[in-house]
Nanobody, 114 residues
Framework: QVQLVESGGGLVQPGGSLRLSCAASGRISSILVMGWYRQAPGKQRELVADITSGGTRRYSDSVKGRFTISRDNAKDTVNLQMNSLKPEDTAVYYC????????WGQGTQVTVSS
């Protein structure tokens, strides 16, 4: 079994920045994809960004140019640098890891408000 622990969420004012991190532990095997999804109240969960084992990055159009996804050297932690945050970025952000099986983190709240 794999556990994913997200950190870095919180309250930030519009135009501010946050950095989310997701660390994997447990029954780790070779990663296929790791990424971030988000779910706002009353909305379905949507892709924010992900990164493949080969380093290919994918971003939602709504965050492209503002967010950057990256991995550390161990390839078991994924980060999301979020800049120029907008109120519409407010959501619970979930880490996803695909290593043949898919695992989800518990979610971390990001609130963008003045």
């Amino acid at each position: 079994q794999v556990q994913l622990v997200e950190s870095g969420g919180g309250l930030v004012q519009p135009g501010g920045s946050l950095r989310l991190s997701c660390a994997a532990s447990g029954r780790i095997s070779s990663i296929l994809v790791m990424g971030w999804y988000r779910q706002a109240p009353g909305k379905q969960r949507e892709l924010v960004a992900d990164i493949t084992s080969g380093g290919t990055r994918r971003y939602s159009d709504s965050v492209k140019g503002r967010f950057t996804i990256s991995r550390d050297n161990a390839k078991d932690t994924v980060n999301l640098q979020m800049n120029s945050l907008k109120p519409e970025d407010t959501a619970v952000y979930y880490c996803l890891r695909n290593q043949g099986q898919i695992y989800w983190g518990q979610g971390t709240q990001v609130t963008v408000s003045s």
